[in-house]
């Protein structure tokens, strides 16, 4: 404890029943200040959500200029109508080109990588081969055996690879873009020209089983009698969908006993869902590819000469088993056709062996449209931009004259329909093509370009045609980019002026800085409101709403200037102490560094580089105190909170482009999605160690009574144990420790009960002993001999943890949120939480002995900044990376069995972004931590409160517009997709996600905590 906290301690010992009658006498007032401090909540809550709507508005405008789209063209395809505008031809058994195949079988197998199917090389000596080699050989076996019947190649994926996006790419033949990724958690029907429409208008009957996101793109198109979807995003379930499609799609095949169907779609999930849960490299990856083998197998035995059998991944995986980015791994997947009749070829002799690396040979996944529509005489999808693949329409080994000519007509065919598209969209959207592809078009329609020289000029064409549209699609519009980042600048502007210009009775100035606020809103509406009306469009609409944003932001800006004149502290804001200069260093240097790659690559190194710099500073600072208690006590913690940060640095999961350099710790291997057996230890070290930190803190104030004792050391620490239950039970499911005892399913169940246990201490019990629990304070009452003649005993009255009597109070909550979130975090992940909340403390502790809290200082930026990095340094230590592939679906079935809304997103929410979530819940107690109880009350409470949430908001805001600005500088760059796209998402997530938590949880518990201190205290 300081001298400062001894002193305050024995005033409230000497003068313990002045207090209390303090508190008495000032009772008449008790609800005049009331009044007065929830007016203040309101007007410092209200100027929160404004600043909320303000980036709400930017960002929508922003993403919407910025995150690609293109027109859908509703226009179809016909079958009386050949793509050069002729009547067809009568074809009895097809309608641009005669079918080879009457049914079709296609085979989804999620996630199913090229180099699952082909053999790997020879293991080195010593190594052990992987798991997920040589364990589906039929592909490649038959391809090279029956090189007539079969052919494997690389089937490349366009990104985003998740798997909504490549199911429209699959049936559509269209190139994605970039916005689309979002609705693969919300799919849409598809609107436009796709397989599915075409096989539905000449009235085949299409079976689906197996994924249910089908339904979700392709509504009311599958026969109900023999259609059979599953959940497809319980990712911890390996077999249910499997082993669902294998019973319905035998009997389909059964030609004695089947109904009539033209075309099945299947869909496998099992390799995917052992990607995601355990990685590639795992004995459940290999046992999902053999189940895969042994299926293929027996359909190559059960299907007639008159159905062609199509087996794909839609995706790969990565080196953990998950996907949606661009990385080789992630977009190399699988085609394989098969049919037991020489139906297939190939142009060359080179071509006969399947290509060892998907570097060889690849072909599109938008090619398999324009492939399978013209074997089943169909005609090829308007919105198509992919080729015929050569394999299925030569028939020998090489190709011969007639087989060159065979694929030039269905090269024309596609030719003349891609042609027609470009020309509408074209009219559309008012662009020419390129001389050199016009060229080339000319040359496609000269009578004397037939075979293989047509054949050529295709392939040249349609390579430059997907490359214009590809660089087409990728016209961003600047317009509604550049309104975006002007709206999201100026609630910045105005947020650093109200930090900057803030005094102890700010509050008072809430009021006409709200008014000015409406005013300026109602100005917009009137200026806009001709325009709406005349054009309601949504571009008009848009305007508006970033007119109505810079208007409020440019009336709050004016109010705050108009009330500059009157501050009395101004001139001292104008020279910023170290301590400030060295937040704003730390701000803006991270946010200029946003620019280059390799520095947002490289993020969590320079985070490690930044919070060490503080706790060097912070050690400086404490020498120089000339308390020895206070210097002490900072000296410890400085170099508590830089060890901290090192052994935090542990833990670690690396991105691709940090490879090889990069080693990561996080998993059990860098190729597992599961935590290594002795890190099951940690969970067990962490619910014995957490309380008891958090207690030796409390004790340092003589805090650690009252409720304390009882959420602390008791129910805080069941839950600990009770997730470190869980997180055992949960590995020995993941490795069949207890196959022998108890089934997969029980151990489900337990695990779920478990964690169910866990929220029901976090949730009910942690927050409800916050809101309706007393301040952490005791009164110890001891007579005393009196110094009086008559010899009479005189109480003594002390009250303990009275100097940390706000601090206690709030840091209640916290315990709360940690367990939450720990629980949904692996073994490694809670190390990192454990120790981050540990910093916590350590922080508050250098803030106070070096006089650095919000109420002791002008300038309160340095510990709420120092608050955020620590957020923003344990999102990459508890697993997680600025990449999609990084989200850790599994925590959406921790408590539960199926995917549920809202609770699924909030679950996800909370693992991905718990440190910032924690840190932001944090924020009050930089101003609250050994904050006594002042005879004035309450007085400059709320604004100490707001400078600080202001000074943290600061932090992220500022991140966020710089991600946000220079992925919009750097949208041509070739790491757009793979870095800068992905960092601007994920902080602008993050923005949202601390807006709503200094809102609803600091505000909010502030203002618990506040009532609680007056209704004791009488203030």
Known sequence: ????????????????????????????????????????????????????????????????????????????????????????????????????????????????????????????????????????????????????????????????????????????????????????????????????????????????????????????????????????????????????????????????????????????????????????????????????????????????????????????????????????????????????????????????????????????????????????????????????????????????????????????????????????????????????????????????????????????????????????????????????????????????????????????????????????????????????????????????????????GGSIAGAITSRIARLSNLRSRMRPSAWTCLAFFFTISQAAGFASNSYTIHEDTILTFLLGTFSAFSLLSSLRQKSGPDRVLGVYHSVLFMALTRAASVSRLCREEQMPGCRSTFYASQTSSTSAPWQLLIPSIVSFLLPEIIKAFYKGTASYVGSAGFWIGLCFRAGLMLTALYWITDAADNGDWLADTLSSVTLKTISITIARCVFAVAVPVGFSTFVWSKPCVDISILDLPSPTASGEAKPQITVLGYANAFGSRYFLLIPAFVLSIILLLPPMGQYALAICTWQILCLLEILDTNGLTVSRVAQPYIGPVVLAMLGSYHFFKTGHQAVLSSIQWNAAFVPLRTIRYPWSPLLILLNNFGPQILCAAAVPLTVLWKRPVSKQGLKGYWSDIMQACMAHLLYYATIQAATTIWAGHLRRHLMLYRVFMPRFLMGSVILLVVDLMLIVVALGGSRVTGSSIAEIFGH
């Open 1 to 552: 404890m300081s001298d400062e906290d001894s002193s305050k301690e024995l005033s409230a010992t000497a003068h313990g029943s002045d207090i209390l009658t303090e508190g008495a006498r000032h009772r008449p007032n008790a609800r005049h200040r009331a009044v007065t401090f929830k007016v203040s909540h309101i007007l410092v809550s209200l100027f929160f959500v404004w600043l909320s709507i303000i980036h709400i508005i930017g960002l929508f405008l922003f993403t919407k200029g910025f995150l690609l789209t293109r027109l859908v063209l509703e226009d179809k395809s016909s079958c009386d109508i050949l793509p050069n505008g002729l009547p067809a031809p009568d074809i009895s058994d097809g309608c641009w080109h005669p079918r080879t195949f009457k049914k079709a079988v296609v085979i989804i197998i999620d996630a199913l990588r090229y180099d699952f199917t082909v053999p790997s090389p020879s293991p080195e000596a010593g190594s052990q081969p992987k798991y997920y080699h040589n364990n589906l050989p039929f592909l490649y076996n038959t391809a090279i055996e029956h090189p007539e019947q079969a052919f494997l190649l690389p089937f490349i994926a366009d990104p985003p690879t998740s798997t909504l996006q490549r199911l429209k790419g699959l049936t559509a033949g269209n190139l994605p873009t970039f916005i689309d990724i979002g609705s693969n958690f919300a799919g849409q029907a598809t609107e436009e020209d796709n397989i599915l429409v075409q096989l539905k208008d000449q009235g085949k009957t299409i079976v689906h089983l197996g994924d249910d996101t089908w339904h979700s793109l392709f509504p009311g198109y599958f026969d109900q009698n023999l259609t059979h979807a599953y959940d497809s995003f319980n990712v911890w379930d390996l077999h249910t969908v499997d082993n669902g499609v294998i019973e319905h799609i035998f009997p389909l095949l059964d030609n004695q006993k089947s109904p009539h169907w033209d075309i099945v779609f299947a869909h496998f999930l099992g390799v995917d869902h052992a990607g995601h849960r355990y990685g590639p490299e795992h004995p459940a990856m290999a046992e999902k590819l053999r189940q895969m083998n042994d299926v293929l197998e027996r359909l190559t035995q059960q299907i007639d000469g008159d159905t062609v059998l199509v087996v794909m991944g839609d995706h790969g995986m990565d080196s953990k088993g998950d996907h949606g980015g661009e990385s080789d791994d992630e977009v190399e997947a699988t085609l394989w056709m098969y049919s037991n009749r020489p139906r297939f070829g190939r142009l060359t002799k080179n071509d006969i062996r399947p290509p060892a690396t998907a570097k060889e040979r690849p072909v599109e996944q938008i090619d398999l449209v324009s492939t399978l529509s013209l074997l089943l005489g169909l005609p090829v999808p308007f919105n198509n931009l992919g080729t015929p693949i050569a394999e299925a329409f030569v028939r020998n080994t090489p190709a011969t004259q007639r087989d060159q000519e065979n694929l030039a007509e269905v090269n024309l065919l596609v030719f003349e329909q891609m042609k027609r598209y470009q020309s509408k969209y074209a009219e559309a959207r008012d662009f020419t093509e390129d001389e050199s592809i016009a060229s080339l078009r000319t040359q496609l329609g000269l009578e004397s370009t037939r075979g293989q020289d047509a054949n050529t000029a295709f392939s040249q064409w349609h390579a430059q045609t997907v490359t214009m549209y590809r660089q087409l699609w990728a016209n961003f519009n600047l317009q509604d980019m550049a309104i975006g980042v002007g709206i999201l600048l100026s609630g910045l502007t105005a947020l650093l002026l109200v930090a900057e210009l803030a005094t102890s009775e700010f509050e008072k100035d809430l009021l006409p800085i709200l008014r000015y606020t409406v005013i300026g809103t109602a100005v917009g509406i009137a200026a806009a409101a001709p325009g709406l009306v005349l054009h309601p469009t949504l571009t008009q609409i848009l305007s508006t709403t970033g007119l109505l944003a810079l208007a409020a």
